[in-house]
């Protein structure tokens, strides 16, 4: 079995199930340029597909935080980072559903991967209290998923052509900011966001 073709496969289902998300194997594999028997050959399943492609989209996004994350750089600028980097990938990594709370069935790869990236979440939003770019009293669970629920609608957004690329990152950054962020944040938020449109 090919990699290559493995690779292929998962992202034409990525675009196909970013079309219609309740895409029937059918439609997947023609949507993939194979046959139903070759995606079989690839993947048991439908639910197997959609864990390879939560895996891919976990991978996607440690390829890009984990830099990040593992700088020298102040939290803020990591946020800015990260949010910037994360928003055009949309398609691989909306599609998955992949800040989706996996279920107790999950396979436990997609499980790990979902944790580990809610263990830098929470990471992340600890340093931007310690740091004051946040209200301290804002629990970490809510900066956690208010961040990954805005990330997520810029996703969306982005790929229904409601809102440009380049404009979403700081849509969103303004929205969390504004909502959780202390007055010199605000301050700095506005300079970047200047010298970045």
């Known amino acids: 079995m090919s990699q290559d073709t493995k690779e292929r496969i998962i992202k034409l289902s990525i675009e196909c199930l970013a079309q219609n998300v309740n895409a029937g194997i059918d439609e997947i594999a023609r949507a993939a340029g194979v046959g139903r028997a070759t995606l079989y050959r690839y993947f048991t399943s439908r639910a197997d ?18 830099p990040i994350l593992e700088s020298q750089l ?69 900066l956690v998923a208010s961040l990954d629920s805005l990330i997520f609608c810029a996703w969306e957004k982005v790929e229904s052509g409601d809102i440009a690329s380049k404009q979403a990152p700081w849509l969103l950054l303004r929205t969390f900011l504004t909502g959780h962020g202390t007055r010199d944040t605000l301050t700095w938020l506005n300079k970047k966001e200047e010298i970045n449109q």
């Open 49 to 66: 597909l959609i864990n390879a492609i939560k895996l891919a989209a976990g991978e996607e996004l440690q390829a890009v935080i984990k």
């Open 74 to 142: 102040p939290a803020r600028d990591k946020l800015v980072n990260i949010v910037t980097r994360l928003v055009p990938l949309g398609a691989s990594l909306n599609v998955s559903a992949y800040f989706d709370h996996p279920s107790k069935e999950a396979e436990p790869r997609v499980k790990a991967s979902y944790l580990r990236h809610l263990a830098q979440a929470r990471k992340l939003a600890q340093a931007l209290k310690d740091e004051g770019v946040v209200s301290p009293e804002i629990p970490l669970v809510w």
